[in-house]
């Protein structure tokens, strides 16, 4: 049986495997349990200049990824037989749906994975419409490029996909997985620069330390959660402000 495998499409072979060679997933590659392989999309370029990039139609700065070295090498991969032919096609773009532990979850249910890099300002649009099952982005900033993308979702994915990194990790207790942020961790020394352990650790009485750990995950997820739906309040007030400001100024207009 062949083992599930991550195949990355880049402009930049280079920088993998990366990060994605060390740790725990690391060690699982170097066993076997997985394996990955990064294939450099202008090998897929179908002119003499090997050119992988245009510019936009309707003009507009910087350059498109072009579709054609993109759809070539996807039907490249797709034809090798060490992948799985359900294997989904995961273009990473800033525009795609944000990656979060529910949709690694689906991800590592599914057999195999393909990951496209997107550079420059842009992918040509036929690419996320016909060549793509899914647009991930993996949070509310630009990155150059989606490699550093890939290779967070990558390590996300493998590490719950059945084998891969051991039995020892238990995704199952993973905060996000049971919806709550994890509780505080402590290890030796108990008395650290006069910064304590707090004592229920230190008790072994089993019940109460579960007790307590709950409670401090609980509080940590209100906290957190209590934070973001104060941006959004101020967010609304900020956009109610500016909308009666819009009115305000059309009124004085007409
Ligand atoms: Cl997937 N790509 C780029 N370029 N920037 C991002 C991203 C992806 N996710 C967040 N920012």
């Known amino acids: ?25 690391g060690r699982a590659l170097a066993a076997g349990h997985w394996n990955f392989s990064a ?12 050119t992988v990039d245009d510019a936009p139609f309707g003009g507009g700065p910087g350059m498109v990824m072009k579709p054609d070295p993109l759809f070539e090498s996807v039907e490249h991969v797709r034809k090798s037989a060490a992948l799985d032919e359900t294997a989904p096609v995961v273009l990473l773009t800033p525009q795609g749906r944000r990656f979060n532990q529910r949709i690694a979850e689906e991800f590592s249910e599914l057999a195999d994975i393909v990951l496209i890099c997107g550079r420059y300002e842009g992918v040509d649009e036929r690419v996320g419409q016909h060549l793509a099952t899914d647009e991930i982005s993996i949070g509310d900033y630009v990155l150059g490029g989606g490699e550093l993308a890939a290779m967070v979702v990558i390590d996300a994915v493998a590490r719950l996909v059945p084998g891969v990194v051991g039995s020892a990790e238990s995704p199952a207790n993973d905060s996000h997985t049971t919806g709550l942020l994890q509780h505080p961790l402590y290890t ?8 304590d352990v707090p004592e229920v650790l230190l008790s072994g009485h089993h019940a109460e330390i579960a007790r307590w750990q709950r409670r401090e995950a609980l509080r940590r997820t209100l906290e957190r959660h209590e934070a973001e739906a104060q941006r959004a309040r101020d967010a609304m007030a900020e956009a109610k402000a500016t909308s009666s400001g819009t009115r305000c100024s059309m009124s004085s207009v007409s």
């Not at 030796?188 to 910064?195: E, I, L, N, S, Y």
């Open 1 to 25: 049986m062949s083992v599930w495998t991550a195949t990355v499409l880049t402009l930049f072979p280079e920088m993998f495997p990366g990060p994605l060679g060390h740790s725990l997933a």
């Open 188 to 195: 030796r020394p108990p008395d650290f620069r006069g910064m």
């Open 39 to 50: 294939i450099d999309i202008r090998e897929f370029a179908t002119d003499a200049h090997r």
